[in-house]
């Protein structure tokens, strides 16, 4: 049964720093890796889809990595913004379009 | 946004009694879920459709039951409501690579 992992749980960063939000993953046989948004009381966003056979994706400030031999994917996000303060959370779609979600990394960007 | 409503977006109820709740999409999507999301557990899969009268069961289906009877409508019905199903409920839709979500109904079961 495939798990996901998001540490840490919450993270608090001052305004225009890089930082970097991790996910790992017990089983390697996926075949796509996704990364939402969550903001309090709303529903997920969709910001980032990595397919099995890719190493990474970029999208504006955001880039996302996959290395499925070790079980992991990294957000990097550049020169963080307030607005950028929310839920980010990983899911693995192994095939079954069905996605399992690690917990997720509340991230606060302090002005 | 995709287009995927929920309704309705907030519901208190009492523990027995029959709770539907109802997705809609305007994407013509071919996959429709149903999640709930509790702290401590996060996202998890309650059950899913690949096609008109098509569904089958996630991670935490008991006692939720699920019909789909056209392409644009994924209902979610909980057949005696309990307090364990307090819970904020999800619908996504997918067109096979992203899953895209709907805006969440908060249910409390008192």
């Known amino acids: 049964k495939q798990e996901v992992t998001q540490i840490p749980a919450a993270l608090s960063v001052p305004e225009g720093e890089n930082l970097v939000l991790n996910c790992s993953f017990t089983d390697s046989a996926i075949y796509n890796l996704q990364w939402f948004r969550q903001d309090p009381g709303k529903g997920l966003t969709s910001l980032l889809l990595i397919q099995s056979s890719q190493r990474e994706q970029t999208s504006g400030r955001l880039n996302a990595s996959l290395d499925k031999s070790s079980g992991r994917s990294t957000l990097y996000i550049a020169a963080s913004q307030p607005g950028d303060s929310a839920t980010y959370l990983c899911?693995?779609?192994?095939?079954?379009?069905?996605?399992?979600f690690g917990q997720g990394t509340r991230l606060t960007i302090n002005p | 946004d995709a287009g995927i409503t929920q309704s309705p977006r907030h519901k208190v109820t009492e523990t027995g009694t029959p709770v539907t709740l109802r997705c809609h999409q305007t994407?013509?999507?071919?996959?429709m879920y149903w999640y709930r999301q509790d702290p401590g557990h996060g996202l998890r899969l309650i059950h899913y459709?690949?096609?008109?009268?098509?569904?089958d069961k996630g991670e935490v289906s008991d006692g939720y039951s699920v019909s789909r009877s056209k392409t644009e409508d994924f209902l979610l019905t909980l057949e005696s409501a309990t307090s364990s199903q307090t819970s904020v409920y999800f619908c996504?839709?997918?067109?096979?690579?992203?899953?895209?979500f709907g805006p969440g109904t908060r249910l409390l079961v008192l």
């Open positions: 459709s690949y096609g008109v009268k098509d569904t």
């Open positions: 899911a693995i779609d192994d095939g079954a379009q069905k996605l399992v």
């Open positions: 996504a839709i997918s067109d096979q690579e992203t899953q895209y």
């Open positions: 994407e013509n999507h071919r996959y």
